[in-house]
Nanobody, 115 residues
């Protein structure tokens, strides 16, 4: 069954913006941190940003000041607003919800930033 569904990826020019959204099914997001990771070709998956149920956020240094993570606990969604995109932001972006018993991942959404 589908647990995390992402949307909002695409192709954008450098300096542009994109907004990613992720919807969690069932109750997997309840009380759990939600986050976004990314994986560029030939590189390991890396943290982009996380947000707790209470709204505390954490960002990778490379995206601080440009990306904003937010969540709606009532809707079980987490969004990632990406501004001033750079070519090095090109990657597949994954939604993540780590729970006590299982680490959930979305299917990934491609973000491509052109020069």
């Amino acid at each position: 069954q589908v647990q995390l569904v992402e949307s909002g990826g695409g192709l954008v020019q450098a300096g542009g913006s994109l907004r990613l959204s992720c919807t969690a099914s069932g109750s997997i997001a309840n009380g759990n941190t939600m986050g976004w990771y990314r994986q560029a070709p030939g590189k390991q998956r890396e943290l982009v940003a996380t947000i707790t149920t209470g709204g505390m956020t954490n960002y990778a240094d490379s995206v601080k000041g440009r990306f904003t993570i937010s969540r709606d606990n009532a809707k079980n969604t987490v969004d990632l607003q990406m501004n001033t995109l750079k070519r090095e932001d090109t990657a597949v972006y994954y939604c993540n919800v780590p729970t006590l018993f299982y680490n959930y991942w979305g299917q990934g959404t491609q973000v491509t930033v052109s020069s």
